[in-house]
């Protein structure tokens, strides 16, 4: 069962996605919160498998609050799925940043939200690298002028191998197609996923996204 707290402080659509998370028979929602606060203490407090957090929020908005819930090692297995609207593309690129593992329209048809949350449940990194490519040119490029950001150090210290991981990763692919292209088995390409997002301290795969081309590794035109 994916225990799922729901954050909004808009209460309508708040309960709407309660009553829509409820009609799958996976899903526990086991809290909701008005804002980021009272998500953080709850978050804390009810350990879900998954917060669907909103971004413009009083007191603390989701950016905040995905922060504080991804730098806790007590809630090293909580993913965030961003609750937003196409008019927030700088703050889905932040709270990506902060360590949300997707994103998701707050007009997205009902099946699409409970198979985002399940997504999100198993792991998976729900933005598809067109959609992370275009963030990226629209929010990220123009303000840098388009030149790449500093690397981190952590990277530097990738092997080749991870290296290339992480542009396949950055690219969409999944652990299985990683695996095809590399010829190595699925676990072996799990492995190299978790130790590249272990060295570069990656909460998930869409920081490793967000960093590819933070960094200059991939630009747009590439992937």
């Not at 309960?15 to 909701?32: H, K, S």
């Not at 940043?97 to 997504?119: M, T």
């Not at 990277?155 to 299985?176: I, Y």
């Amino acid at each position: 069962m994916i225990r799922v707290l729901v954050v909004d402080d808009q209460v309508l659509i708040r309960r709407a996605v309660v009553q829509i998370l409820g009609t799958a028979p996976d899903v526990d929602v086991v809290g909701e919160a008005p804002d980021g606060l009272e998500a953080v203490a709850a978050a804390s407090r009810l350990r879900p498998d998954v917060v669907v957090m909103d971004i413009r929020m009083p007191r603390m908005d989701g950016i905040e609050a995905t922060a504080a819930i991804c730098s806790d090692a007590d809630l090293a297995e909580t993913r965030v799925l961003i609750l937003t609207t196409f008019e927030e593309d700088e703050y889905i690129v932040a709270a990506l940043r902060a360590g949300a593992s997707g994103f998701i329209g707050k007009g997205a048809e009902p099946e699409a939200i409970v198979h985002a949350v399940q997504a999100i449940a198993a792991g998976d990194a729900l933005l598809s690298a067109a959609a992370t490519r275009s963030l990226i040119t629209r929010c990220v490029l123009p303000r840098t002028g388009g030149a790449p950001v500093e690397v981190p150090a952590q990277l530097r210290d990738l092997t080749d191998r991870e290296r290339e991981v992480l542009l396949l990763v950055a690219r969409g692919l999944s652990n299985h197609e990683i695996a095809e292209s590399l010829h190595i088995s699925p676990h072996t390409a799990k492995t190299h996923v978790n130790r590249v997002m272990a060295k570069v301290e990656a909460h998930d795969r869409a920081q490793l996204v967000i960093l590819a081309y933070e960094s200059g590794l991939l630009v747009p035109g590439d992937a």
